[in-house]
């Protein structure tokens, strides 16, 4: 795996780097998510660990912010779990976060970026995130149909 940094003036920084990854910070932030709400540490862990795990970061290289792409690097890609501390919010590390994992060159190409978000849109959509097209042709297999 190719490890990339994206820095910003203030010092804070994102990165693919897993071994700066700090689960106990990624643990607590999504389990009190409404899209994780009690996920285990352990699923967390493995979601990462199966994903491009993303760490943001502030000046001195404490974790402040997360997310995650799966993705077959060709074709499509689905960003998850983006997060940045609500106490950092504000100052454009949301922004931040997701202009360094969308704008990456090797995914240029992806013919799709999906994500699914209850009150972000603005924040995508300066990254040309919209509806769906055609929300008809998109279906979507509920864990418990199995």
Not at 19 to 41: E, K, N, P
Request: glycine share 10%.
């Amino acid at each position: 795996m190719h490890i990339w940094t994206v820095c910003r003036a203030d010092g804070a920084f994102v990165t693919n780097d897993p071994a700066r990854l700090d689960f106990d910070f990624i643990h607590a932030s999504l389990t009190g998510s409404y899209w994780s709400a009690g996920i285990s540490r352990e699923m967390v862990e493995k979601a990462a660990r199966h994903s491009v795990a993303i760490g943001l970061y502030d000046f001195n290289c404490f974790q402040i912010g997360y997310c995650r792409v799966i993705t077959d690097h060709v074709s499509f890609a689905y960003l998850a779990d983006v997060w940045v501390d609500p106490q950092r919010r504000g100052g454009g590390l949301g922004t931040f976060l997701v202009e360094s994992v969308v704008m990456r060159p090797e995914w240029s190409g992806l013919r799709r970026f999906l994500l699914f978000t209850a009150d972000a849109h603005g924040l995508y959509a300066k990254f040309g995130f919209r509806g769906l097209e055609m929300p008809e042709r998109a279906m979507v297999r509920a864990a418990s149909a199995g």
